[in-house]
């Protein structure tokens, strides 16, 4: 059974930094682009960024992150990580990491496999 499990949310001041972690299980993920999305209350889920596999693939981030939030990722602990530095009141939401496996662009509806999310509070 695939599991993502993420780690690593909390609360934070504005101006912080937090590192999430997601831990794939079940499946080796390497190949295929692994990702972040977020969702705040009342809002719909929104891209946050996504890396590549090992068929190529770059990495590419939401615009209102760019800069601030590094992807990266350890295949050989089948790991994703997100490293996000001067956080804001906007960057509140649940946090979802999530693997492609089937064709398409990075949209929610292309993702076959979520996490449980992880929550992400900024305060100011």
């Known amino acids: 059974q695939v599991q993502l499990v993420e780690s690593g949310g909390g609360l934070v001041q504005a101006g912080g930094s937090l590192r999430l972690s997601c831990a794939a299980s079940?499946?080796?993920?390497?190949?295929?682009?692994m990702g972040w999305f977020r969702q705040a209350p009342g809002e719909e889920r929104e891209f946050v960024a996504t890396?590549?596999?090992?068929?190529?693939?770059?990495?590419s981030y939401g615009d209102s992150v760019k800069d601030r939030f590094t992807i990266s990722r350890d295949n050989d602990k089948n790991t994703v990580y997100l490293q996000m530095n001067n956080l804001k009141r906007e960057d509140t939401g649940v946090y979802y990491c999530?693997?492609?496996?089937?064709?398409?662009?990075?949209?929610?509806?292309?993702?076959?496999?979520w996490g449980q999310g992880t929550q992400v509070t900024v305060s100011s």
């Open positions: 890396i590549g596999g090992t068929f190529g693939g770059s990495i």
């Open positions: 999530v693997a492609k496996i089937r064709p398409g662009g990075f949209f929610p509806r292309n993702i076959d496999h």
């Open positions: 079940g499946r080796d993920f390497s190949a295929y682009p």
